[in-house]
């Protein structure tokens, strides 16, 4: 995830100026690049307790699994996950298991799309 267009920056920001209003209406935005939909999106549709929410509840290294489960490496790098899952681990499920009518992985380029989704699928956790 850190590698996607736009995480690396909001994660930078949040980590030097903690979740303004500002970086909080750039992670919306981000989600729906990324994923087709925002954290309001979704929220509207999909109520915090549904059971497919199951990762909220999760600590952060069963959390951590969960996403890898799921091909997705949600961490820094450096095995802390990124801040900026706050805002798009909703979206993100939305687009991996379908759950939202509009999620998808809306990356701009189709191509770039499959191969991240490729490269989500080989991925390979190293816990």
Known sequence: MRDQSGVGPLEWEV?????????????HDLAEDLFGVSELDV?????????RYEFLKLMRDEADEYWARLGWDVTDG??????????LSRPLLCAVKRLHPDAKLAMADDAWA?????????????R
């Open 114 to 126: 499959a191969s991240l989704e490729a490269d989500a699928k080989r991925f390979k956790a190293s």
């Open 15 to 27: 980590e030097q100026h903690g979740w303004t209003e500002d970086l909080v209406e750039r992670a």
């Open 78 to 87: 450096e095995g802390k996950q990124l801040r900026v899952m706050e805002y």
């Open 43 to 51: 929220e509207d549709d999909i109520a915090l307790d549904d059971p």
